[in-house]
């Protein structure tokens, strides 16, 4: 694959959907489904990261999928809480700095530990970000944000007319650029609360493939796709031959 010719956005988000069809697929279960999802993560984010992308948000447990049983939820605690602790080395030989986004309330004791012991132990990477959302919702992390805003507010550190667009990008769980490039697996075309602010003006992907057979080569094809997008911002682009 020659990365060349392709244009690399600078902020990759992905809702990593799937992983139960893929299971049900196979007649397996979905928990089956969920460790494979995870093994393909962790080798596609050093992908991802390695073809020049700076920032990977990736959203693996919205704050709505405590709706699900507790044997599911509990497998996903504890891919969090075992499996991601353990890859943490994993994490520092690639130099991926791993950051979270999403509420500590209603998680695990351990898995808070082991977001903070990944978190600390990468902080100094500098190969790109890997964020991931885990108990996120977008509109919670919009309330979160007014919250934030208004408590300065409120203790005179600023006036309402400091409040713009960068004062509010910082106040969200991470201060991030903007997503550029949004896939979605398994073929289900909406958001799911997923990074609203983030998205602005992304350009969206719903490639059919469940989560956990999305590979490297998938995600070339999709830079392939990507590469061809007009993205206009509202203005035009008066080189483009179409115009
Ligand atoms: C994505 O796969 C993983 C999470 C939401 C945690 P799903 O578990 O949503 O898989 P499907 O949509 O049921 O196939
Ligand atoms: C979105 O997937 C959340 C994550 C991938 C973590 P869901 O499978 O939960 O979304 P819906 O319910 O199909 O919208
Ligand atoms: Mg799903």
Redesign the pocket.
């Known amino acids: 694959m020659n990365y060349e010719n392709l244009k690399i956005p600078n902020h990759v988000g992905i809702i990593?959907?799937?992983?139960?069809?893929?299971a049900?697929s196979r007649g397996l279960n979905?928990s089956a489904?969920?460790k494979a999802?995870y093994e393909n993560l962790k080798e596609l984010c050093v992908h991802i990261l390695d073809v020049g992308v700076k920032y990977l948000s990736v959203?693996?447990?919205?704050t709505e999928?405590f709706k699900r049983s507790e044997e599911?939820v509990g497998y996903?605690m504890n891919l969090v809480a075992k499996k991601f602790k353990s890859d943490a080395k994993f994490f520092m030989k690639n130099d991926v700095k791993v950051v979270f986004s999403g509420v500590r309330e209603n998680l695990r004791k351990d898995v808070l530990e082991s977001m903070d012991y990944v978190t600390n132990l990468t902080k100094d990477n500098k190969k790109g970000v890997f964020n991931v959302c885990i108990n996120y919702g977008g509109h919670l992390e919009l309330t979160d944000m007014t919250k934030k805003i208004s408590k300065l507010v409120k203790e005179d550190k600023i006036k309402i007319e400091d409040i713009n667009e960068e004062l509010i990008s910082k106040s969200l769980y991470q201060d991030l650029p903007p997503i550029d490039f949004l896939i979605r697996t398994?073929g289900?075309q909406r958001v799911s609360n997923f990074m609203l602010w983030q998205l602005s003006y992304a350009e969206f992907y719903f490639p059919k493939v469940?989560?956990p057979d999305f590979n490297k080569e998938e995600f070339n094809k999709a830079l392939i796709e990507y590469t061809k997008r007009d993205r206009r911002f509202g203005g035009i682009n008066y080189e483009t031959k179409s115009n």
């Open positions: 990593l959907d799937g992983n139960g069809r893929w049900k979905r489904g969920h999802g959203y693996a447990f919205s999928n599911e996903l398994s289900e469940h989560f």
